[in-house]
C-alpha cells in the first residue's frame, strides 16, 4: 500500500479563521513533507519531519505551523492567512535515513482563502 | 547546486503519437531520478524511477533511462492515449538522507482524441 491520506480534500477559510490540515500514511514511513503547489508551478517544499523531529523549514510564515504527533501523522495548522495563501497543499512521505528519497503524495487539500 | 530542466510545454499530441519530453539535470554526486504524473485536480503520482546510470525505469508504457554521459532522463511513451493528459514531472533526489526533491516546471501533455 503506497496510499498518503490528506483532509479535508477542499478548504474555504477566512483571513481570521484558524484550521488544520491533517495527512497520514501507514507505510512505516520516517520523513513526511508538507509542499504549496500553486497553479502551473512545481510543488514548493514547506517542511520536512524526519523521524517526527522537524529537520528543514523553508522559512515559512509563522501563521503555516506543522505538528508530528507521531510517525503516521502530519498536522498543519493555520491562522490568519493571506489570501496569497490560497494553493494545493501537498503532504508527501518517504523511507528515510540514507539512500533514494522516493516520495510518496496524497491528493492534496485544496485551499482557498477569502 | 542542483537543478532539472524540462521541456518548456504545453505539448498537443494526437491519440497514437509518440512522446518524448526532455528532462536534463545538474547535479553533484549521483542522485536518483524520478518521474511524477499529475492529473488535473489530483497529487502526484510517482510514474516511474531509476537509480543509478544506465537504469531503464519503466511503468503503463512510459519509460526513461538515467543517462549520466547527458545527464538527461528523456520520458517517453510509444501511443499516447487521451488518458495521458497531464502534467508530468522530473525530479532528482541527491541521495544523502532526507535531502528534498528537486522538481523541473512541469510539463503539460494534451492529448487529443
Known amino acids: 500500500d503506497t496510499e498518503v491520506t490528506q483532509t479535508p480534500k477542499h478548504l474555504v477559510m477566512g483571513m481570521t479563521n484558524k484550521k488544520s490540515l491533517k495527512c497520514e500514511q501507514h507505510?512505516?514511513?520516517?520523513?513526511m513533507y508538507w509542499y504549496k503547489q500553486k497553479a502551473k508551478k512545481p510543488p514548493e517544499l514547506m517542511f520536512v519531519y524526519s523521524y517526527e523531529k522537524l529537520s528543514i523549514n523553508e522559512s515559512v510564515p509563522s501563521r503555516f505551523s506543522p505538528e508530528c504527533p507521531n510517525s503516521s501523522l502530519l498536522n498543519l495548522h493555520l491562522h490568519a492567512l493571506q489570501p496569497e495563501d490560497s494553493a494545493l497543499y501537498l503532504c508527501?512521505?518517504?523511507?528515510?535515513?540514507?539512500?533514494?528519497?522516493?516520495?510518496?503524495f496524497g491528493p492534496g487539500t485544496r485551499l482557498t482563502v477569502t | 547546486g542542483n537543478s532539472v530542466t524540462q521541456m518548456e510545454g504545453p505539448v498537443t499530441l494526437s491519440e497514437e503519437a509518440f512522446l518524448t519530453i526532455n528532462c536534463t539535470y545538474t547535479?553533484?554526486?549521483?542522485?536518483?531520478l524520478f518521474w511524477y504524473v499529475q492529473y488535473p485536480g489530483e497529487g502526484l503520482q510517482l510514474l516511474l524511477k531509476a537509480t543509478k546510470a544506465d537504469d531503464k525505469g519503466s511503468n503503463k508504457g512510459f519509460e526513461a533511462t538515467y543517462r549520466k554521459e547527458t545527464t538527461s532522463f528523456h520520458l517517453e511513451k510509444g501511443s499516447v492515449q487521451v488518458s495521458d493528459s497531464a502534467v508530468y514531472f522530473c525530479?532528482?533526489?541527491?541521495?544523502?538522507?532526507?535531502?528534498?526533491?528537486?522538481f523541473g516546471k512541469g510539463t503539460r501533455l494534451s492529448v487529443i482524441a
Open positions: 547535479a553533484t554526486g549521483y542522485p536518483s
Open positions: 508527501a512521505s518517504s523511507q528515510g535515513g540514507q539512500g533514494a528519497n522516493e516520495q510518496y
Open positions: 525530479a532528482l533526489s541527491p541521495n544523502s538522507g532526507n535531502t528534498p526533491l528537486v
Open positions: 507505510m512505516g514511513h520516517r520523513a
